[in-house]
């Protein structure tokens, strides 16, 4: 089946520094991919929304400029969360859609502290 | 964004049980229903997923209920175990060509042995 694959599964981070999740389509080609950001004992809620060589679209509230995203092949996507403050901790949980799939497989998620 | 109710938030079975998580959703034009199980501290995974074309679907103890004219659609689990302890999160999609989902806002189950 579908496997999506994230990195890292947790990461600590100083307040100010940013850091990079990544997100891998194993074994199919993820023409689009989608960022949650997931807060304990609740939902998931998307974030944005990557196309493989465009730009992402962001959902309300989600500043682009903090959260970027790159979806440079049909592989590979990543999360970069600039300049962290300790209320970016959460779950981040990457998704790998495809036509063909239509599982949303999703990663194992991240989770950031920043401390 | 789509909403989806998922009903209810927390549900508490004993081991051979019957566990039903319901939800309801919104008017849409797609055709694909999923169900999620997440464990704590993992991505979700697909459980079992329904198009609106059969009112039923079942895999092994895990069986989707569909009511399109009610825009419902149920997650039961059959002879419920320990290790089904998760939370469920129902799903249905939005956004055009996209495919986003919208979830509820989850079940934690515990299932009691």
């Known amino acids: 089946g579908a496997v999506v694959s994230q990195h890292p599964s947790w990461v600590i981070c100083k307040s100010g520094t940013s850091v990079k999740i990544e997100c891998r389509s194993l074994d199919f080609q993820a023409t689009t991919m989608f960022w949650y950001r997931q807060f304990p004992k609740q939902s998931l809620m998307l974030m944005a929304t990557?196309?493989?060589?465009?730009?992402?679209?962001?959902e309300q509230g989600v500043e682009k400029d903090k959260f970027l995203i790159n979806h440079a092949s049909l592989t590979l996507s990543t999360l970069t969360v600039t300049s962290a403050h300790p209320e970016d901790s959460s779950f981040y949980i990457c998704?790998?859609?495809?036509?063909?799939?239509?599982?949303?497989?999703f990663g194992s998620g991240t989770r950031l502290t920043v401390v | 964004q789509q909403q989806v109710k998922q009903s209810p938030q927390s549900l508490i079975v004993q081991k051979g049980g019957i566990s039903i998580i319901n939800c309801a959703y919104e008017?849409?034009?797609?055709?694909?229903f999923p169900w999620y199980q997440q464990f704590p501290g993992k991505g979700p995974a697909l459980l079992i997923a329904i198009r609106p074309d059969v009112s039923e679907k079942k895999e092994g103890r895990f069986t989707i209920s569909f009511n399109k004219s009610a825009k419902q659609f149920s997650l039961h689990i059959m002879d419920s175990q320990p290790g089904d302890s998760a939370t469920y999160f129902c799903?249905?999609?939005?956004?055009?060509?996209?495919?986003?989902?919208?979830f509820g806002k989850g079940t934690l189950l515990t299932v009691n042995p």
């Open positions: 998704s790998a859609g495809d036509r063909a799939v239509r599982g949303y497989t």
């Open positions: 799903a249905a999609p939005w956004g055009g060509s996209n495919y986003k989902l919208t």
């Open positions: 008017n849409t034009a797609f055709d694909y």
């Open positions: 990557s196309n493989e060589g465009s730009k992402a679209t962001y």
